[in-house]
């Protein structure tokens, strides 16, 4: 985005907002408004994959398991603003951008390495 | 009826209150200058005539130069006619910015879409083209039938075939205003406009929701 006027409508990063990365297990707290009232929904999971690097239609998605081994994917915009905050759990070392393998593993086989020495 | 040229920045999206996404195309638009009036007492109808786009002096023709100078306007590329019935209150020099509209109004965009070229008739009309297998040959994209036979003799005038497609006016009516900001000169409208990135367009009050 070269321009000026483009670039003054980049929306800004929610301040709970941390570095997420594929391979991440990251905890999503998400505002959801039901008529009247509003509650927190939490949505843990695995990171497996991001799009749109900064531009203004991010997105992340988050891979989780749920009852049953049934895989639950969503998909969140990287500057909703109905995402309250983010969680990182644990940072796994991995060796693809795109995790999508995860979904053909279940159980033992879905594991990741975790990440002992963090660069920062 | 309110009316103002741009230049068409590009698409982005926003968050509107309730964090819904909105696709929104930025504009900038103005400052325009009105360079002319015209009253139904000295050209049989009520217009103003925008002018935006500045540019240096030695780009204009003397006679473009002449007719800035009555308006008492700085040196502009593109001209640009409007219709509207309270011409009278406005005078030649006036500046019009991007704060004629507020956030929620809807507008038409008018701009020239962009060329796609010489097109074939499934490009440019959605035609189906011909079978792929069955031992054809050279029939894909082909247009097929142009009519009838002896009785009509001619082919129908209009009947769709290939030619230029694009780059031709095209109004987009009934947009909705997400967000303007004049000091920036800046109008985003939800969804997309007519034209390429850096074409210039002309965002009017839209004709079938004002009241006048």
Redesign the interface.
């Known amino acids: 985005m070269t ?1 000026a ?2 670039a ?4 800004e990063l929610n301040a709970e907002m941390p570095d997420i990365s594929p391979g991440d297990t990251v905890r999503v707290h998400q ?1 959801i408004t039901e008529g009247r009232n509003e509650r927190v929904q939490v949505f843990q999971g695995v990171v497996i994959a991001q799009h749109g690097g900064k531009s ?2 991010a997105t992340y998605t988050v891979r989780r398991t749920g009852a049953h081994g049934v895989g639950v994917e969503r998909t969140f ?1 990287l ?4 995402v309250e905050r983010v969680e990182v759990l644990r940072k796994a070392k991995v060796r693809r951008a795109q995790l999508y393998y995860l979904r053909e593993r279940q159980g033992k086989a879905a594991r990741l390495r975790e990440k002992r020495f963090l660069r920062t | 009826m309110k009316g103002i040229l741009g230049k068409k ?2 698409m ?4 509107d209150e309730n ?1 819904v ?1 909105v696709p929104v195309t ?1 504009i ?1 638009a103005g400052p325009c200058y009105v360079t002319q009036v015209k009253t139904a007492e000295t050209d049989g109808y009520s217009a103003i005539q925008l002018g935006f786009e500045e540019v240096a002096e030695r780009k204009l023709t003397k006679g473009q130069k002449g007719h800035l100078g009555k308006a008492n306007a700085p040196m502009l590329r593109r001209l640009h006619e409007v219709r509207c019935k309270d011409a009278a209150q406005y005078t030649p020099g006036d500046v019009i910015k991007a704060d004629i509209f507020e956030d929620g109004d809807y507008v038409d965009v008018v701009g020239r879409s962009k060329g796609k070229g010489f097109a074939g008739a499934v490009k440019r009309h959605g035609f189906g083209g011909g079978p792929k297998t069955h031992g054809q040959s050279d029939r894909q994209r082909a247009t097929g039938s142009r009519g009838a036979g002896t009785s009509p003799g001619h082919t129908w005038p209009g009947a769709k075939a290939p030619g230029q497609m694009g780059s031709e006016r095209v109004t987009v009516q009934n947009l909705k205003i997400a ?1 303007v900001d004049a000091e ?1 000169n ?1 109008i ?1 409208i939800r969804g997309a406009v007519p034209g390429a990135r850096g074409s210039v367009v002309l965002v009017r009050e839209a004709i079938k929701r004002s009241k006048a």
């Open positions: 321009n006027l483009m003054s409508l980049q929306p505002r203004a239609g915009p500057y909703s603003k109905a | 920045v590009g982005t999206q926003l968050f964090g996404v930025v900038e967000l920036r800046l985003a």
